[in-house]
């Protein structure tokens, strides 16, 4: 049983350009969640999303970023005319259903670097 | 709003002693989970531990356990027999509330150096 898949693993991007980080969730998975980890930080939550639903972006920025999550294939988070701040590391979880999980896998997460 | 604290950036074991990395957490949800996550150089995030807040036992995990003191607000995590393999960052994180989903705040982290 595959676990969370995030790719690409490392991704490069010139300043003004669009990053896009596909996660596909576990089997049997419908609930999806992105974090963003800034050099030493921790995880910070960004959205969760369902199928085709978002149910909370709280944590994303107002700006150039945007997450979906279709009904065929992986959920894309999409940053738009990336900036050197938008350097880090973006990882995904996912679970079967929206309730309060026992348990929280995370994809490997992509390493994003703006230069 | 939850919230993490771990006030530790940095710990110091030697192999085959045991340590432990604090965690404290403030929450006015009475159903809430907290997590352990470990970091290695290579940047995955491997989870280690669950405790659940009605819990009574704390969990354990092979060397993980984690010392659950509710009253406190505490989740500390022990490592008994520690290996050269522990050297790591790890994150206390919890998540619950009232919408009941999986989002999970997360602390700054612990840097753990094991030596030989």
């Known amino acids: 049983n595959a676990g969370v898949m995030q790719n690409p693993r490392h991704l490069v991007r010139r300043r003004g350009q669009e990053a896009r980080l596909r996660c596909s969730p576990m089997?049997?998975?419908?609930?999806v969640y992105w974090y963003r980890q800034l050099p030493e930080e921790g995880l910070k939550f960004m959205v969760y999303?369902?199928?085709?639903?978002?149910?909370?972006e709280s944590g994303m920025p107002k700006e150039r970023f945007s997450a979906e999550f279709p009904k065929e294939g992986p959920s894309i988070l999409r940053i738009q005319q990336v900036v050197r701040g938008d350097s880090a590391a973006y990882f995904c979880?996912?679970?079967?259903?929206?309730?309060?999980?026992?348990?929280?896998?995370f994809g490997q997460g992509t390493r994003l670097t703006v230069v | 709003a939850q919230k993490i604290t771990q006030t530790q950036p940095g710990m110091f074991v030697q192999e085959k002693e045991a340590v432990t990395l604090d965690c404290t957490y403030d929450?006015?949800?009475?159903?809430?989970?907290l997590f352990w996550y470990k970091q290695p150089s290579s940047g995955e995030m491997i989870f280690l531990i669950y405790?659940?807040?009605?819990?009574?036992q704390n969990a354990t995990e092979g060397r993980y356990s984690l010392n659950f003191q509710k009253a406190r607000k505490s989740a500390n995590l022990v490592i008994s027999a520690s290996q050269l393999g522990d050297s790591a960052m790890y994150f206390c994180?919890?998540?619950?509330?009232?919408?009941?989903?999986?989002?999970?705040?997360f602390g700054t982290g612990t840097r753990l150096l094991v030596s030989p």
């Open positions: 979880a996912s679970s079967p259903v929206g309730q309060l999980n026992t348990e929280a896998f």
């Open positions: 089997k049997g998975h419908s609930h």
């Open positions: 929450t006015s949800d009475q159903s809430y989970g």
């Open positions: 405790q659940g807040s009605y819990d009574e």
């Open positions: 994180a919890m998540n619950g509330g009232n919408t009941g989903f999986q989002k999970l705040v």
């Open positions: 999303l369902q199928k085709e639903n978002i149910i909370d």
